[in-house]
């Protein structure tokens, strides 16, 4: 069963070699990594293409920073031209531990939509100030709240979907292209009615390089969650 990771960059210059390491020392059957950088100051594009001599990686080179979910979207693109049956959200600076990977690899054969969860029995956030955990505690209170939410961590963005949810979800509709993309996403997976499950997983803050979150970002997100439920509204209507 094909299996590919969809990872963003922009200047991860100091996680993106020891992080696809950890990847493929996890020895997963038939795996590919697809970078999607956004022309990274640091070179990161130039780690990559040094590793893609040893391992199966793509490398999709944009020449400006063009936002997070128009990065996944042209990685799933990618993905799914290939025939991929498994394709996997994940961040690239160690938030996400690559050893989870099997973890949701092995629940996604059972469901369409795996999540890696900060927000159940087993899950936790390590590294995180309060300021930040207030901020993203309201965030999913939010969201859930205004879009009825069925999963507890609807911000997580370490996933793994099954080829047929990315096939048959509208690409083309998703209008976020901040954080607000996941909670977009996952709406549109909900409403499809697939199977959504999560893991417990341990989320540890950055160590190296810079956070990308803003102030636009978080202003996106609301607003982006209020547009979705007026949507609603207006298609129950």
């Not at 038939?30 to 990161?44: A, E, F, Q, R």
């Not at 629940?107 to 999540?115: P, T």
């Not at 993203?136 to 859930?144: E, H, I």
């Amino acid at each position: 069963m094909k299996t590919s990771i969809i990872i963003p960059t922009y200047n991860e210059a100091e996680n993106i070699e020891l992080l696809l390491h950890n990847i493929f020392a996890q020895h997963i059957d038939d795996l590919s990594v697809v970078i999607v950088d956004d022309n990274s100051p640091d070179k990161t594009a130039d780690i990559i293409k040094k590793l893609q001599q040893t391992y199966p990686i793509h490398l999709i080179e944009r020449q400006e920073k063009s936002g997070l979910g128009s990065a996944y979207i042209a990685g799933f693109r990618y993905a799914l031209s290939k025939q991929a049956q498994y394709i996997f959200e994940m961040d690239a600076d160690f938030s996400h531990d690559p050893a989870d990977i099997p973890r949701l690899l092995d629940a996604v054969k059972h469901s369409d939509l795996v999540i890696g969860s900060r927000k159940i029995n087993g899950g936790q956030i390590i590294g995180w100030n309060f300021i930040r955990i207030i901020m993203s505690n309201g965030a999913m209170w939010f969201s859930r709240i205004l879009l009825n939410f069925t999963v507890q961590d609807v911000t997580a963005g370490f996933r793994c979907f099954r080829s047929q949810v990315l096939n048959i979800i509208d690409l083309d509709s998703i209008t976020s292209n901040g954080y607000a993309f996941q909670e977009e996403l996952l709406l549109k997976t909900q409403e499809h009615g697939f199977t959504i499950v999560e893991i417990p997983v341990i989320f540890r803050d950055r160590k190296n390089g810079q956070s990308k979150l803003g102030i636009t970002d978080i202003i996106e997100f609301f607003i982006t969650i209020v547009t979705l439920r007026l949507k609603r509204n207006s298609t129950k209507s």
